[in-house]
C-alpha cells in the first residue's frame, strides 16, 4: 500500500527568503506525485505534478519540486516565497490504474512572516 | 466555466440526524472523487463514482455512509445518524477520465459538517 509522510506540520519562514517542503512517500509499485495547495476554507489547487519524465517539475507561482526515487522523494521548493504563499501545502501519491484516487499526507503550513 | 460547486458550505446536524452532501462536478466531467479531512489531517478517500456507477468504495465506512453519482443531477453523500466523529470537512473533486493519474482532479470549496 502506498503512504505519504510530510514530516514539517509547519514551516515558518520569513518573506524573499528560500523555502522547502519535505515530502516521502513509499510504494512497491510506480506512483504519480502531486503537490497540492489550500488556502484558508478553500478547496485544494494542484500546484504541481510527476507523471514520468523529466526528475525536476515546475509548478504555478514559482514552485519546482525534484522527484528522487532512490530516496523516494517529492520535495517542494520556491526561491523566494512571498505572504500570499502562506497555505496549507499537501503531496499525494496516486497508483493509477483504474480508479486514480490520491493519497495524501498531513500536510504542511506554510507560515511566511514579514 | 464553473468550477465544482459543493452544498451546502456549511452544514450542523445533531447526532442521530441524516447529512446529505452535494457536489456538482465540473461542466464535461463524469468522475467524481469524495475525500474526508479531519481536523488536523490530510484528506482522506472516501469513494469514486462514474455516471450511475460506485468505481471504488475502498474508504467508505462500513456503516451509515452511502454515495451516488446519478444520471442526472449532482453527486449526493448521505451519512445517516450522524455521531460526533463525521465532523470534518467533505471535499469533492471531479475529472474528465481515470487512470495513468493523467487526470487533473478538480476540487471543490468543500463542505464543513458539525455534529452537535
Known amino acids: 500500500a502506498q503512504s505519504v509522510t510530510q514530516l514539517d506540520s509547519q514551516v515558518p519562514v520569513f518573506e524573499e527568503a528560500p523555502v522547502e517542503l519535505r515530502c516521502n512517500y513509499s510504494?512497491?509499485?510506480?506512483?504519480?506525485l502531486f503537490w497540492y495547495v489550500q488556502y484558508p476554507n478553500q478547496g485544494l489547487q494542484l500546484l504541481l505534478k510527476y507523471l514520468s519524465g523529466s526528475t525536476l517539475v515546475k509548478g504555478i507561482n514559482g514552485f519546482e519540486a525534484e522527484f528522487n526515487k532512490s530516496q523516494t522523494s517529492f520535495h517542494l521548493r520556491k526561491p523566494s516565497v512571498h505572504i500570499s504563499d502562506t497555505a496549507e501545502y499537501f503531496c499525494?501519491?496516486?497508483?493509477?490504474?483504474?480508479?486514480?484516487?490520491?493519497?495524501f499526507g498531513t500536510g504542511t503550513l506554510l507560515a511566511v512572516q514579514p | 466555466n464553473a468550477g465544482v460547486m459543493q452544498n451546502p458550505r456549511h452544514l450542523v446536524r445533531r447526532r442521530g440526524q441524516e447529512a446529505r452532501l452535494r457536489c456538482s462536478p465540473m461542466?464535461?466531467?463524469?468522475?467524481v472523487y469524495w475525500y474526508r479531512q479531519l481536523p488536523e489531517e490530510g484528506l482522506k478517500f472516501m469513494v469514486y463514482l462514474q455516471k450511475e456507477n460506485i468505481i471504488d468504495e475502498s474508504g467508505m465506512p462500513k456503516e451509515r455512509f452511502s454515495a451516488e453519482f446519478p444520471k442526472e443531477g449532482p453527486s449526493i453523500l448521505r451519512i445517516q445518524q450522524v455521531v460526533r466523529g463525521d465532523s470534518a470537512a467533505y471535499f469533492c473533486?471531479?475529472?474528465?477520465?481515470?487512470?495513468?493519474?493523467?487526470?487533473?482532479?478538480?476540487f471543490g470549496p468543500g463542505t464543513r459538517l458539525t455534529v452537535t
Open positions: 499525494a501519491v496516486s497508483p493509477g490504474g483504474a480508479t486514480n484516487k490520491l493519497i
Open positions: 461542466k464535461g466531467h463524469s468522475h
Open positions: 510504494s512497491s509499485v510506480s506512483v504519480y
Open positions: 473533486a471531479s475529472s474528465l477520465g481515470s487512470g495513468t493519474g493523467t487526470y487533473e482532479q478538480y
